[in-house]
């Protein structure tokens, strides 16, 4: 199905509700407009990229998401986290499958954007020479996350961010060169911010084994046993990962 064709279909599956209300219904119409008018603006901060590719059918997935999750948060940037889930459990995303995984950085990198600004401290890290690795972890930067994909979210991003008009053959076309060069276990990705430029890359594999040991807090004799095996290299990962406000100090 192409895109046109998934969006008219969308456009079909609208969600209503037909129960009685003992509210006024004109004030009860004005409150449900402004909800889905804030949730709609609040998906779309969080969601950009999932907003450009549905275009006009975003709203209506934002209607359908809200009917199934209400907001309990007062603050409107904490609500929409299921979305990705909910993305791709809609039988009518079968065509756009790598949506719930866009929405997922989409996200990620919204959470990183809003996580509170940490300096690094660099006399922690004295400790690394002065107490066995048994003892010791790295404190991880707030909103640092990280996420394996089977498809290329980042060109997918990039594409939608910096194409105003969509063009199939083009996008296909970028699709194919980006598998190519995946092999079987996907890509991994990582989020974080660098003072207060938020930045989304890929990394290896092992780094990815080692991010997981890190957001455990794992202690680091254990954390590098685990990637002992791989081509990860403490030390050339460290100075970078200082430098890129990665890691925020040794505990």
Not at 139 to 159: H, T
């Amino acid at each position: 199905m192409s895109l046109i064709n998934f969006q008219q279909t969308l456009l079909a599956d609208i969600f209503n509700t037909s129960a009685q209300s003992s509210y006024d219904e004109k004030g009860l119409a004005i409150y449900q407009n402004n909800l889905h008018a804030n949730a709609l603006r609040a998906l779309g901060i969080t969601y950009p990229t999932v907003k450009i590719v549905l275009e006009d059918n975003f709203a209506v997935a934002s209607a359908k998401y809200l009917a199934q999750h209400y907001k309990t948060n007062a603050d409107w940037g904490e609500w929409g986290e299921k979305l990705p889930d909910f993305l791709s459990q809609q039988a009518l995303l079968e065509s756009l499958p790598y949506l719930a995984d866009v929405a997922q950085l989409d996200l990620m990198i919204h959470r990183c954007a809003r996580a509170k600004d940490e300096l690094v401290d660099l006399q922690s890290l004295g400790k690394l020479e002065q107490k066995d690795a048994s003892e010791l972890f790295f404190k991880l930067n707030s909103g640092f996350a990280i996420y394996r994909s089977s498809y290329p979210v980042l060109e997918i991003k990039d594409y939608f961010a910096n194409n105003v008009t969509f063009e199939q053959q083009a996008f296909e076309q970028l699709l194919r060169a980006a598998f190519e060069k995946m092999d079987e276990d996907g890509l991994f990705i990582a989020v974080y911010r660098a003072e207060y430029d938020v930045r989304s890359v890929y990394i290896s594999k092992a780094e990815y084994q080692w991010y997981i040991s890190l957001l455990n807090n794992t202690d680091l004799a254990t954390a590098m046993d685990r990637v002992s095996h791989t081509d990860f290299n403490l030390s050339a990962w460290l100075p970078r990962a200082v430098q890129e406000h990665v890691i925020i100090g040794v505990g």
